[in-house]
């Protein structure tokens, strides 16, 4: 599965490389070798890179792997939700909630490629955590809504854990 992603991703970048490869021949397309080696080249350098990134996390699912889009869930808890609520309130990142119900939060993380969404949901017996990009929801994002959500959730569950233990 990450074999076939890392290659479908490499296709995903194949046609920059390729542009890029006209750029520099002049639009010669009698010779189109070269231009298809930077393809490959160029789709391939940018996944190997984006691997690297992604596998600094020994536990990420091969769905998760060379995605910009991931959920994860904690257990619901009213403790939980006001965590929650309280940690988008400190603005450990840029960023702008967009709405907000009882059970229902959107905010819009800024960052410095691509914005992030992330999507909180009360239900009945889980809290869902949904990060993605907003414009390139396709392209891997060097784990870095990977990373965000990960912390998120470290987060909430390590103080529940520290303020039971006292």
């Keep these: 599965m990450k074999l076939t992603k890392f290659i479908i991703k490499t296709l995903y970048f194949f046609p920059v490389g390729f542009i890029l490869g006209l750029l520099s021949n002049g639009f010669n397309f009698n010779d189109l070798i070269m231009p298809l080696l ?3 080249i160029l789709g391939f350098i ?4 984006n691997v690297f990134e992604y596998e600094k996390y020994s536990n990420i699912s091969s769905v998760d ?6 959920k ?11 965590k929650i609520k309280q940690l988008l309130q400190l603005q450990f990142l ?3 909630i967009i709405r907000q119900t009882d059970d229902f ?6 960052q410095r490629t691509s914005n992030s969404a992330l999507i ?10 949904d990060i993605h ?4 929801k396709f392209l891997p994002d060097f784990a870095v809504n990977y990373r965000l959500i990960s912390k998120l959730k470290k987060n909430i569950i390590q103080e529940n854990s520290l303020t039971s233990s006292v």
């Design 38 to 40: 930077y393809g490959f």
């Design 46 to 49: 940018i996944v190997f890179w």
């Design 65 to 70: 792997f060379l995605e910009s889009r991931h």
């Design 72 to 82: 994860k869930t904690i257990p619901y808890s009213l403790e939980n939700w006001q």
């Design 94 to 96: 840029d960023l702008q």
């Design 105 to 110: 939060m959107e905010v819009i993380i800024l």
């Design 120 to 129: 909180i949901k009360k239900k009945e017996d889980v809290i869902e955590l």
């Design 133 to 136: 990009n907003l414009y390139w």
